[in-house]
């Protein structure tokens, strides 16, 4: 009897022992089946947009190799749009593998408990939102830049070309508009639009192009100016005329890129100038929040993992669990857009409706985890 417990505790020691190396071996597992599901998420997707870039193909100079070349470009913004997702379907597949396998069983066995199996997964959540981070911030406003600047140019002229309808900026009672930027110091379409505090418009400002000189200082170009004074236009036309922009070259740029794809800390530093500025920054301010909530949605939905991967082995087959990542996955992004859009409507606050939806998850994750393991 000695001897068996002498060798029943040797077994834990070893057991304990061996627990980072089998957190590490869970960690990885999890990794693989996340990195597997990403890129093929991201595949899929910029398959269906390599389809969409195919209906301008011979319009202009816009070629195959041009849509081709479009989607390779545009990929890294997909690749982060799906990463809660993939994490979810991906450590559903890699557990679900491992259950299948009885691995699940043998790493209990061996001591690993159900929470610090899924601990071992949600130590990913640091890494991947480095990761995220990375791309966003280095990667993908570039790679974006260079994509819509190729594909214009490749439509430049072009009827039937996608409508290029660029940004606005605002502020000082100013609003500016921005068709698109050709090269660094040159945009064009422009528009200006000066108002009173009381709402009325003072002067519209009509521009072919401008140079962006050093600073905040335009030269317009191909200028007409029109002035309102009561019931009274004002219009001439002239060939320069010089403008102090209300906002800088950098972040104009950062504007004319697509919401999700502004990089994190220029989009911080935009929203904390319009607070300075006293003015209203709810849409940026939601999508700074929902990066900030990301990744706290990782870790929601390797806790909505759980309940399936410790589901008895008999219902852990591969379309189940690939259906319920996939569900789980739209009614969350669904929650998110509602709750956002909620915001933008109601003009609630921006952390509150980017941290409900990941929040709300974890409660109904931690309350399916209460049913299963304690009754």
Do not use: C, K
């Amino acid at each position: 009897m000695r001897r068996w417990l002498r060798g029943v505790g040797r077994l834990g020691a070893a057991a304990m022992g061996m627990a980072p190396t089998l957190d590490r071996y869970v960690a990885l597992a999890a990794l693989r089946g996340y990195v597997l599901v990403a890129s093929g998420l991201a595949a899929l997707f910029s398959l269906l947009a390599f389809v969409e870039q195919l209906r301008l193909v011979g319009q202009g100079s816009y070629r195959v190799a041009d849509a081709l070349l479009y989607v390779l470009l545009t990929a890294p913004l997909r690749l982060v749009s799906v990463t809660p997702v993939a994490l979810l379907v991906g450590s559903l597949l890699s557990l679900g593998a491992l259950g299948r396998n009885s691995e699940l069983i043998a790493l209990r066995g061996l001591g690993l408990s159900e929470r610090r199996i899924m601990g071992a997964v949600a130590r990913l959540v640091l890494p991947v939102t480095l990761a995220v981070f990375a791309l966003t911030q280095f990667v993908v406003p570039p790679a974006e830049r260079w994509a819509e600047a190729l594909r214009s140019a490749a439509l430049a002229g072009s009827a039937d070309a996608p409508g290029d309808h660029g940004f606005w900026a605002h502020g000082a009672h100013t609003y500016l508009h921005v068709g698109r930027f050709q090269g660094r110091a040159e945009a064009l379409g422009i528009e200006i639009y000066a108002f009173a505090p009381d709402g009325r418009l003072l002067r519209a400002i009509e521009a072919d192009s401008a140079a962006i000189g050093p600073g905040r200082d335009w030269v317009l170009l191909g200028v007409r100016e029109t002035t309102v004074d009561r019931a009274r236009l004002d219009t001439r036309r002239i060939a320069t005329l010089d403008w102090h922009a209300f906002v800088s070259t950098g972040q104009l740029r950062m504007l004319a890129l697509p919401l999700e794809a502004m990089p994190p800390v220029g989009l911080l530093r935009h929203v904390r100038a319009l607070r300075r500025e006293h003015q209203q920054g709810l849409y940026y301010e939601l999508e700074l929040w929902r990066r900030i909530a990301m990744p706290l949605a990782m870790v929601a939905m390797i806790m909505a993992a759980a309940p399936f991967v410790f589901a008895p082995p008999r219902s852990q087959n591969l379309g189940r669990l690939i259906t319920v990542g996939a569900l789980v996955g739209v009614v969350f992004t669904l929650a998110q857009q509602i709750t956002a859009h909620l915001a933008l409507l109601l003009g609630l606050d921006p952390a509150a409706a980017a941290l409900a939806p990941p929040l709300v998850l974890m409660a109904l994750a931690a309350l399916a985890l209460r049913r299963r393991f304690w009754g």
